[in-house]
């Protein structure tokens, strides 16, 4: 049963086909899903292993063709997307990473085409990688309205909303969702957390680069925010999916280590992690000030706006 806390996404009964449904961010989504009485399609590439890990009330597809065109949808939540923060960007691997976003997304759009009843909304996850590095001493915020730059992770971006843009001349809204860095019980927050654990935590190249994070909770809320007002309102375009409150690298870790009592006092030169990651290395040395401008001005409540509170619950 619903309670008064749990992310609602409008009429219980909808069906809703979630992409990357098996994902940190996916099953947390299907979950909520569930609990409020909807239905759900989940698009995977296994759909038996997919199957054992969602359960049997979720519906397994493993391709687009699988889904008869004359099959009700109301909402298409596309997460899928292959790992961004890995293997270095060389040529094979950016093709990899545009596969994963780009052609996925061609493939549920050229489906929604042709379907006898289109969905109300899709829900396309995006990243703030959109707006490309801001300087450190940059304090301007990025908002949806910020413009995109000519690096690689901008342009995977903006290819990806692209390619979701493309349902909206079938009479979708389309809504694309600019994730900020994920929190919780899964992601990339172990991995952050584990020298600090340790330790041996401290900052990162400068330490004063912005991170724009969001918590998990959060980010579910504020998916079913969207879903649940695209009944009566039209939410297309871009939205930032970030706190309120951005945060530096280092103060992200001294608040983390606070919290864990341990010390954050061994530095993480710049040098390695770019000789290890080349460009990809701007992910964690460079950062955005990216703020959630239309979720705000809309009046969307965040559960956890600072990073103390958001670090604290999950600790």
């Not at 050229?110 to 909304?121: E, G, H, T, V, Y």
């Not at 969001?214 to 930032?240: E, F, K, M, T, Y």
């Not at 703020?291 to 600790?315: C, I, K, N, S, W």
């Amino acid at each position: 049963m619903r309670t008064a806390a749990a992310p609602h996404f409008g009429p219980a009964g909808q069906t809703m086909l979630v992409t990357g449904a098996t994902g940190f961010v996916g099953r947390r989504l299907v979950a909520a899903l569930l609990a409020d009485g909807q239905h759900v399609i989940a698009l995977t590439r296994d759909a038996a292993k997919a199957q054992r890990v969602l359960g049997d009330t979720v519906r397994c597809i493993g391709s687009m063709a699988a889904l008869p065109l004359g099959e009700r949808v109301d909402v298409v939540v596309n997460l899928a997307g292959a790992r961004i923060l890995g293997p270095r960007w060389t040529p094979a691997r950016q093709a990899v990473l545009r596969a994963s976003r780009i052609g996925l997304t061609g493939q549920v759009v050229q489906w929604l085409a042709a379907a006898a009843s289109k969905p109300r909304l899709l829900l396309s996850a995006s990243a703030i990688g959109y707006y490309g590095v801001q300087r450190q001493d940059d304090p301007a915020a990025l908002t949806e309205s910020s413009p995109p730059q000519p690096v690689f992770m901008s342009q995977l971006c903006q290819e990806w909303e692209a390619a979701a843009g493309r349902a909206a001349q079938y009479g979708v809204q389309v809504a694309c969702t600019r994730f900020g860095l994920v929190l919780g019980h899964g992601g990339a927050l172990a991995p952050m957390l584990l020298p600090v654990r340790l330790g041996v935590g401290g900052r990162m190249g400068s330490g004063r680069q912005s991170l724009s994070w969001v918590h998990i909770d959060d980010l579910v809320h504020a998916l079913a925010w969207l879903a649940r007002r695209s009944v009566d309102v039209p939410v297309q375009g871009a939205w930032n999916l970030t706190a309120p409150e951005c945060t530096t690298q280092l103060g992200f870790v001294r608040t983390a280590a606070r919290l864990l009592h341990r010390p954050a006092l061994l530095p993480t030169p710049a040098w390695p992690v770019r000789l290890l990651l080349g460009e990809q290395a701007d992910l964690l040395l460079e950062g955005q000030r990216v703020m959630p401008r239309r979720l705000q001005d809309e009046g969307f409540a965040f559960r956890y706006p600072t990073v103390a509170t958001a670090l604290g619950a999950l600790l």
